[in-house]
């Protein structure tokens, strides 16, 4: 779902001026002289050069879009919850599964790498959220880099934002295609069909879009959430830290700082994609002020259940010896709890 959405969001906006228009279905029809067209604030529209090429060779007349008067459809109504809800989907999957192979530098080291990369998202949040109530509009990180480091930093940002999002969606279809296979063996080998059925499914939800698929991310948000709070209640029980959390009873860091730097942005799996919430600015009401506080709100949750899920696991049975191979990390923990 991440890749889709943000990486469609990007391929449209990426060449839009510093702060992008509101377009409208209301067309006003008018003759634009060559002259007019100039760099805006140091970027340069696709369509403007359009507009001038065929208004220039071809005497065509350019349709603009008046920038007071839209919108193609009804706009759904969103609040702040839903950006919260958003950021649930984008980032939690992370907690469920990948993470755990960072244990094999040992808990302790974990434990310090997660709170670093933590720490960082929040500052990271707090920046963007500054910078979104100022400048709300729709272009993530790579287009708060165009408006504070200048065009070209901002179009690498923005390749390189794709690409982690691209990747991040495979890496996600490939594990849970794994999975499946792990609960039922002769799917083992549909696994491409798995991953087609989870592109396509995905692509519906966005291509559907508008109140389906807000309703939608807010439903898997909050089932997602509750699965999470149901394993680390429900399997404390079960758990004791200072026996299990510790590998060969009493070594909590392993391999020392290398490992520690090898495994270090494996903690990023509890985090990574949060950052993409700014891209929601076009279609929350109020973004100035709803965009902050979802981002924030929901990167305080990601780090309470970031460290709930590690010192959970942690603490079970499997112990962290046996839990940094296990592809399905939580399964030590939901097995035996009985609902």
């Known amino acids: 779902m991440k890749s889709q959405l943000l990486s469609t969001v990007f391929v449209f906006d990426v060449m839009k001026p ?27 529209k696709i369509d403007t050069i359009i507009a001038l090429l065929l208004n220039h060779l071809y005497g065509l007349k ?21 950006v919260w809800a958003l950021g649930i989907t984008v980032v939690i999957g992370g907690q469920y599964f990948s993470w755990n192979s960072g244990l094999s530098a040992g808990f302790g080291s974990y ?25 709300p509009f729709a272009g ?9 480091l200048g065009f ?27 999975m499946l296979s792990s609960v039922n063996e002769t799917w083992s080998d549909y696994q491409p069909l798995i991953w087609l059925v989870f592109y396509v499914s995905a692509l519906f939800i966005h291509i559907k879009g508008g109140k389906f698929f807000w309703r939608t991310n807010f439903v898997l948000a909050i089932v997602s959430f509750v699965i999470l709070i149901i394993f680390i209640c429900g ?15 009493d070594e909590w860091f392993v391999g020392g700082m290398y490992k520690f730097m090898t495994v270090f942005p494996i903690a990023g799996w509890f985090f990574v994609g949060v950052e993409a919430l700014n ?14 506080w979802g981002q924030l709100s929901c990167i305080t949750t990601l780090n309470i259940t970031a460290f709930l899920v590690l010192f959970m696991s942690c603490s079970l ?14 399964d030590s923990g939901m097995g035996p709890i009985t609902l």
Do not use: Q
């Open 235 to 249: 399997s404390g029980h079960y758990g004791s830290f200072t026996t299990n959390a510790p590998v060969n009873g």
């Open 111 to 135: 434990v310090i790498a997660t709170f670093l990369i933590g720490s960082s998202y929040i500052c990271l949040c707090m920046c963007m959220s500054e910078l979104s109530s100022a400048l």
């Open 140 to 148: 993530g990180a790579y287009g708060l880099a165009r408006c504070t």
């Open 152 to 178: 070209y930093t901002g179009f690498i940002i923005g390749c390189c934002e794709t690409i982690e999002y691209m990747i991040y969606v495979a890496t996600s279809a490939i594990s849970l295609a794994e």
């Open 317 to 330: 049975p499997i112990g962290t010896e046996g839990l940094k191979d296990d592809l399905n990390p939580l």
């Open 62 to 82: 350019f349709f603009h879009m008046a920038s007071d008067e839209i919108h193609c459809g009804a706009k759904t109504k969103l609040s702040r919850y839903d």
């Open 279 to 292: 891209f929601a600015c076009s279609d929350i009401d109020e973004p100035e002020v709803n965009i902050p």
């Open 18 to 44: 510093l702060a992008p228009p509101v377009y409208s279905a209301k067309i006003h029809v008018t003759h634009i002289p060559f002259s007019v067209y100039t760099a805006r604030r140091y970027f340069i």
